[in-house]
């Protein structure tokens, strides 16, 4: 069963930052968040079970979405063109194509086999045209060290596919160690140094293992969450310093980060917690974590690229098999504010 604490004055009267699986389902949604359910402006994910031969039709609006499968294989229609979708047989199986949706538009989707697909969304002010995203094309990279080791699938990251406020990617934290660490934040608008965006967690566990969410506040007032998160929960962060998210013991734990802000550009900018920052500088001294990578792209997987070092000598695996940009990420993809690029 999957539980909540908070803690402080008036951060109690707000359980709601998590969500434990089924609370917040609506109709054929595991699970919906949009803006108004979070008491924010941009964010939204919903999660969509279709039965074998089902479809659902989905009106885009104000916002711009992601088809993303969880487990199985769907069409996507939208603007007079069909996407096919692969997808996978879970999230701890491979890396999975994609698809962009417009705002403004409407699609449906629809799955011969059935299947679990992640929406994410953000509200945007462009309507960028409708793409496919293939699998063989998502960055995978590897951050952190030792226990701090985890995988990133930045199929949506800011310098890996092109959207308008939407920023999505995938994360895998192998059994026993600690991603979304050292804790950070980005909850005040500082240019150059930090951006504002609110975020989702979506989580699954590994045969249904159970994790760790921690979200402190930042200010007086601010996010406090400890949350025990079981496969289908969701942790929304207005506000707060996030991580760490802890996988058990022989369970991989995957979380999947929506976020958008109102910045007037599209930008990870994050403060680590200045109390856990420290540990970046332990990195260099310890090995990756051998279980990882716990897959690679299709392309990859093939033979056309293997790891290379990225920008904090971690190993990345671009789909192409090209060396990832020399770019610092922390463990959910976000670029951290560090006095050494890269640590």
Not at 32 to 51: C, K, M, Y
Not at 83 to 98: A, I, K, P, W
Not at 185 to 202: A, C, T
Not at 301 to 308: I, L, M, R, V
Request: charge should be negative; charged fraction near 20%; glycine fraction near 14%.
């Amino acid at each position: 069963m999957s539980t909540q604490h908070t803690h402080g004055g008036p951060t109690a009267a707000r359980p709601d930052r998590h969500l434990p699986a089924g609370s917040a389902a609506d109709g054929p949604y595991a699970l919906r968040v949009d803006p108004e359910r979070a008491g924010w402006t941009h964010s939204s994910l919903r999660v969509l079970e279709l039965e074998p031969g089902g479809t659902h039709t989905l009106d885009t609006g104000d916002s711009e979405w992601i088809v993303l499968p969880l487990n199985g294989g769907c069409a996507v229609e939208v603007d007079g063109t069909t996407f096919e979708l692969l997808g996978r047989e879970s999230v701890f199986g491979g890396v999975t194509d994609f698809a962009y949706l417009p705002r403004s538009a409407r699609a449906q989707i629809t799955s011969g086999a059935g299947g679990r697909f992640a929406l994410a969304g953000a509200k945007c002010g462009r309507r960028l045209p409708a793409r496919y995203g293939p699998a063989p094309e998502v960055p995978v990279e590897l951050r952190g060290s030792g226990t701090c080791s985890r995988q990133v699938n930045n199929f949506a990251a800011a310098d890996s596919f092109d959207c308008d406020r939407l920023i999505a990617v995938e994360v895998l934290t192998p059994g026993g160690n600690w991603s979304s660490y050292p804790p950070h934040k980005h909850d005040e608008h500082r240019p150059g140094s930090e951006s504002v965006l609110e975020e989702i967690y979506y989580f699954e566990i590994e045969r249904d293992g159970l994790g760790y969410q921690r979200v402190s506040p930042s200010r007086d007032g601010g996010t406090d969450v400890l949350a025990e998160v079981r496969g289908g929960d969701a942790v929304l962060i207005p506000d707060g310093w996030h991580g760490p998210s802890i996988a058990p013991p022989g369970r991989t734990l995957y979380y999947l980060n929506v976020m958008a802000g109102p910045g007037a550009t599209r930008e990870w900018l994050i403060c680590d917690h200045p109390d856990h920052a420290w540990i970046r500088g332990t990195w260099p001294q310890e090995p990756v974590d051998p279980r990882l990578p716990l897959y690679l792209p299709p392309a990859a997987a093939s033979g056309s690229g293997s790891p290379a070092a990225s920008g904090n000598g971690s190993p990345a695996v671009p789909g192409d098999g090209s060396p990832a940009p020399d770019t610092a990420r922390d463990g959910d993809g976000e670029r951290p504010e560090t006095t050494e690029e890269g640590a």
